[in-house]
């Protein structure tokens, strides 16, 4: 499974920017989709989540209200619309995937997740 993130810029604080992710590959077979990021000197963190059966939706406090996760019609697309950005939101943006089922209360944790795209750098100016 190969996962593609996209979409990441130059926007100025304030500002509106959409990701993609498309998976590819053998049958994707994963139950949920997620984004994180990692900014400079930092760790990689949670953003949002969204499973394909049910369209459950899962964020981290610091993006609620501002990002909203949504998935296409075709379970191996899904998007990243982020609102409201902030020059803190400046990161490497990634998609990412398990190659298992992830159970309910998992799905913000880095470790459950196998399958990474490259990674899309969005720079937020002040």
């Known amino acids: 499974v190969q996962l593609q993130a996209f979409g990441g810029g130059l926007v100025q604080a304030g500002g509106s920017l959409r990701l993609s992710c498309a998976a590819s590959?053998?049958?994707?077979?994963?139950?949920?989709m997620g984004w994180f990021r990692r900014a400079p000197g930092k760790e990689r963190e949670f953003l949002a989540a969204?499973?394909?059966?049910?369209?459950?939706?899962y964020y981290a406090d610091s993006v609620k209200g501002r990002f909203t996760i949504s998935r296409g019609n075709a379970k191996n697309t899904a998007y990243l619309q982020m609102n409201s950005v902030k020059p803190e939101d400046t990161a490497v943006y990634y998609c990412?995937?398990?190659?298992?089922?992830?159970?309910?209360?998992?799905?913000?944790?880095?470790?459950?997740?196998?399958?990474w795209g490259q990674g899309t750098q969005v720079t937020v100016s002040s």
């Open positions: 969204i499973r394909w059966s049910s369209g459950a939706t």
């Open positions: 590959g053998r049958t994707f077979s994963s139950n949920i």
């Open positions: 990412a995937a398990p190659d298992h089922i992830i159970g309910w209360g998992k799905e913000r944790l880095r470790n459950e997740y196998d399958y």
